[in-house]
């Protein structure tokens, strides 16, 4: 029996996927990031889902102290998508250590096999380590206590495919649980049966213990989700969650519903999350963090976009309204940072090829820095001290290796010659 598969042709003007039965016929694939439609009865679902044509991508840079020695050491998600689900050593994921001053040396590479590429990392297994959760399946990979990142393990899933991971104590025990936010559904064709249609939903995992986790049970949402944010946004003292949400199009009984908004879930103090019923904003939105911009002492977000960003205030409460734009995108990172040590918090957004630095007036304000960071297509951005000057520095990271932007202190940002970046 044929099973049914998506291939995909582009046009100049339009995308068009058609279902076609499997014969050895391989989808073709594209660098960039498209909706895929599945015909359904009653039904067409698409979610966002990033196809690598070229050489592997960056997904996401992370930055933590792995080894104990007080320095920012980066960890590296390379992906690709394609068949096999897996793609050589030279591109796994990637540690690279920090000397204490902004110096890195490339180590072996992650036993990890799976393509894409979201992480989050944090001590999950309470040994005072940080450890790392990889995405797209949760994968939770433990710190050997030196800094070397081992014996990878999986968490059951539904088999979604996920945009983006948060890792925080959401039920109040002391160890951190995983909020993982999937963004795209499909069909599922089981060796018997009728296949069934996947709606992507988000799905939150307690923490056992010692790195072990299991399902809350919980689904949360079905609009595509790319990204995920945890605070606490009511001041009730529990992380809640800011969902970046991608385009999800519904055709339900001939009637086209286009459903963007990003949304707000409640955290009741034990991990179980309940649908604020906030729609913010219209956009395919793609990144989200959270941070108080207008210094009220609440959490505010700002949310990279396909097109303009945007900044959304917090009442308190955990409702938001929007305070303005910035950027054109589109945008696919968004970091809130002190860039200045004036004790407000900038931003720094991270393009397709470009890092744009905003500094903010304290009242969410924000004026653009000019800048000159500038990267290829298949990089990633992080942010984070790695020169121990206490400014944030900026670092775009290759499959190969990576270059760090240092902070001069007043939001701006410079190579230095001499710096080593595991190349």
């Known amino acids: 029996m044929n099973r049914i598969v998506p291939t995909i042709t582009e046009s100049a003007d339009e995308l068009k996927i058609l279902l076609k039965a499997e014969d050895d016929v ?12 599945f015909l359904l009865p009653l039904l067409v679902l698409t979610g966002c889902i990033g196809f690598f044509e070229r050489p592997p991508q960056v997904r996401q840079v992370a930055l933590a102290d792995l080894n104990g020695d007080g320095a920012q050491d980066i960890v590296v ?9 897996t793609f050589p050593s030279e591109i796994q994921y990637q540690i690279l250590y920090n000397d204490g001053a902004g110096n890195f040396t490339a180590s072996a590479r992650l036993p990890v096999e799976m393509s894409f590429g979201a992480l989050a990392l944090g001590d999950v297994d309470g040994d005072q380590f ?10 939770i990979i433990v710190n050997d206590g030196a800094g070397t990142l081992a014996h990878p393990h999986a968490v059951e899933h539904e088999g979604w495919i996920s945009g983006g991971v948060a890792l925080a104590d959401l039920n ?43 399902d809350s049970g919980q689904r949360l949402g079905h609009a595509g989700s790319t990204a995920v944010a945890l605070g606490d946004l009511n001041g009730d003292g529990s992380p809640d969650a800011f969902v970046a949400n991608g385009l ?30 906030q729609a913010l904003g219209q956009r395919e939105s793609w990144a989200v963090a959270l941070g108080d911009v ?26 938001f309204t929007l305070l303005g734009e910035v950027n054109n ?29 905003w500094r903010n007036d304290g009242q969410g304000q924000l004026r653009e820095i000019r800048s000159r960071i500038r990267y290829s297509a298949n ?45």
């Not at 160890?175 to 249609?197: E, K, M, Q, T």
Request: proline share 6%; with cysteine.
């Open 172 to 214: 109040g025990n002391g160890r951190l649980d995983i909020f993982v936010a999937n963004c795209c559904g499909g069909v599922s064709f089981p060796a018997a049966g009728a296949p069934v249609r996947l709606i992507p939903e988000n799905m939150v995992f307690f923490n056992a213990g010692n790195g072990a986790f299991h």
């Open 26 to 37: 391989k989808p073709a694939i594209s660098n960039r990031c498209y909706r895929l439609l």
């Open 130 to 139: 940080i450890d790392a959760v990889f995405l797209p399946n949760p994968t």
């Open 329 to 357: 995108g589109p945008t696919r990172q968004v970091f809130l940072v002190d860039l200045d040590g004036d004790d407000v918090l900038d931003l720094v957004t991270a393009g397709n090829t470009r890092a744009r630095v």
């Open 248 to 277: 999800t199009f519904l055709q339900i009984h001939g009637d086209p519903v286009w459903e963007t908004p990003n949304e707000v879930w409640f955290n009741d103090g034990d991990g179980m999350f309940t649908d604020s019923l």
């Open 379 to 423: 990089d990633a951005v992080g942010v984070g001290d790695v020169d121990g000057d206490g400014l944030p520095d900026i670092v775009v990271a290759d499959v190969r290796g990576c270059q760090v932007w240092f902070n001069q202190g007043d939001g701006r940002f410079q190579t230095r010659r001499d710096a080593r970046c595991g190349r």
């Open 294 to 319: 207008n210094g009220n002492g609440f959490l505010d977000a700002v949310v990279g976009n396909a097109g303009p960003d945007e900044i959304w205030i917090n009442d308190g409460q955990g409702f």
């Open 77 to 85: 998600a390379n992906g690709r998508f394609g068949e096999p689900y």
